[in-house]
């Protein structure tokens, strides 16, 4: 059983491993990567089998969880059998979440104000609930007539509930443009960019229809203004100027 309490650098103060957890949740990570992180930055490194022990989270399910955290670039691997996983520094994450704020609260601000500007009773609306935002963002690829753009950390649900929307996008002469993590599977698409530190997910349709979510999908910001949406279009791509990489 390992202790409660983790030190924190430099003073005697301590901090519950449970508030820990909590507070890696916020970052958009589920109970079990929470802790398998934890466990990780603890040890410094270790196997699967090392973190399940650690984090008492079950050994079938350390291994799915590490990749999932390396997927998000919480953790690295060695390879070797069994593979060797290495926390990202809790540093570096930091700095790496409060650019992508920084990106986004950026973003809000450019439209700050405009639905006054314009007039318009319209506004940005809150969907809650995970099965609600894959349903708007099939809609949405039903919907679309000339070019879908899809960026987001976690496109393997994605991808699985969505596989013959994309296809038929595609068939109809939809462009297609998804933004991945560079190890991900992504769907069939017209244009495919590869890009490092990826939290939120976001769409966007026709110019016309925007959405931003977690990275869990469980909470979303959605308009149908057009001029909102065409700002957040032009933000996303001004963000891809030099991507990593490009492939189909």
């Known amino acids: 059983m390992i202790d409660q309490t983790v030190l924190t650098p430099g003073g005697p103060d301590t901090l519950e491993k449970e508030d820990m957890i909590i507070l890696l949740k916020k970052t958009g990570l589920s109970d079990y990567e929470a802790k398998a992180y934890l466990a990780l930055v603890r040890r410094s490194h270790g196997s699967a089998e090392d973190v399940a022990d650690v984090a008492e989270i079950p050994r079938t399910s350390a291994y ?11 953790v690295n691997s060695r390879g070797g059998r069994p593979a060797v996983f290495h926390p990202v520094p809790p540093l570096e994450i930091r700095d790496r979440m ?65 596989a013959t929307k994309f296809s038929n996008a595609l068939k109809r002469g939809v462009r297609v443009t998804v933004v991945a993590e560079p190890s991900a599977r992504v769907p069939d698409a017209t244009e495919v960019i590869r890009k490092k530190d990826l939290l939120a997910t976001d769409v966007v349709m026709d110019s016309e229809v925007a959405l931003m979510a977690t990275p869990d999908l469980s909470i979303c910001g ?25 492939m189909r």
Do not use: W
């Open 64 to 74: 799915k969880v590490l990749e999932s955290l390396q997927r998000k670039n919480f």
């Open 98 to 162: 409060s650019a992508e704020l920084e990106r986004t609260f950026t973003s809000l601000d450019r439209i700050r104000g405009t639905l006054t500007d314009k007039g318009t009773p319209q506004l940005v609306y809150t969907i809650v609930g995970k099965e609600k935002i894959l349903s708007k963002i099939g809609d949405l690829l039903d919907q679309c007539k000339e070019r879908f753009f899809l960026s987001s950390p976690e496109l393997l649900e994605i991808n699985n509930s969505f």
């Open 222 to 246: 959605f308009t149908d203004n057009s001029f909102l949406a065409a700002h957040l279009d032009n933000f996303f791509q001004m963000s891809l100027e030099r991507p990593m990489d490009t």
